[in-house]
């Protein structure tokens, strides 16, 4: 998915229930959606100065493939306002069938398709646009494999290369990434 396309679809997500705070907190942390949601919980990892999170052991991932559990997470200007955004609503649980439900109907009304559209994606493309403007940005790919929690040999299996390298689209992935883990 593209900036614009990320655009795209939120702006189509039904603004009374609360989605699109969560959809910014995904895409601008690169939370896995139950690490979301223990951050929901402790919001006192989230060190707003340092623009970081400091995401413990107990709030991590728990399937066994997830061998990174405690990790520092960076965060752009844009991710800390999407948190202290977040933070202020005071949202409620939402379970991922209706987040996904939520999520497809919005990209069928931005006319998106629904191939891949469920809510692991924002991480997904939080990574794909790291690797596409890492020489950009002067981002070392060791950060973003410790920020999100990634072996190396995973982001370069699953990242590396997946976008046609359009200008229009590397440019919007720069200005959305600006400041990242500076």
């Given amino acids: 998915m593209t900036p614009k396309q990320f655009y795209k679809l939120r702006e189509n997500l ?36 340092q623009r970081v999170i400091d995401l413990p052991k107990e709030g991590a991932c728990k399937k066994p493939r997830c061998k ?4 520092t997470i960076k965060l752009t200007a844009a991710g800390c ?15 991922r069938n209706s987040m996904r439900d939520a999520l497809v109907r919005a990209a069928i009304k931005a006319d998106l398709g629904t191939n891949g559209i469920n809510p692991k994606m924002f991480r997904k493309c939080l990574v794909s646009w790291l690797v596409e403007c890492r020489k950009d940005l002067g981002i ?8 999100l929690g990634h ?4 982001m370069i ?3 590396l290369g997946v976008f046609s390298n359009q200008k229009e689209d590397h ?4 200005e959305f990434l600006k400041g990242w883990g500076v």
């Fill in 14 to 49: 039904d603004p009374n229930v609360g989605y699109r705070l969560i959809v910014d907190v995904l895409i601008n942390t690169g939370l896995r959606v139950v690490e979301f949601w223990s951050v929901a919980k402790n919001p006192e990892w989230y060190h707003g100065s």
């Fill in 68 to 71: 990174t559990t405690d990790r």
């Fill in 81 to 95: 306002k999407s948190l202290d955004v977040f933070f202020g609503a005071n949202l409620d649980f939402r379970d």
């Fill in 140 to 147: 070392d790919s060791m950060d973003i494999t410790v920020s």
């Fill in 151 to 154: 072996s190396e040999d995973t």
């Fill in 157 to 159: 299996e699953h990242y």
């Fill in 171 to 174: 440019a919007d992935m720069l």
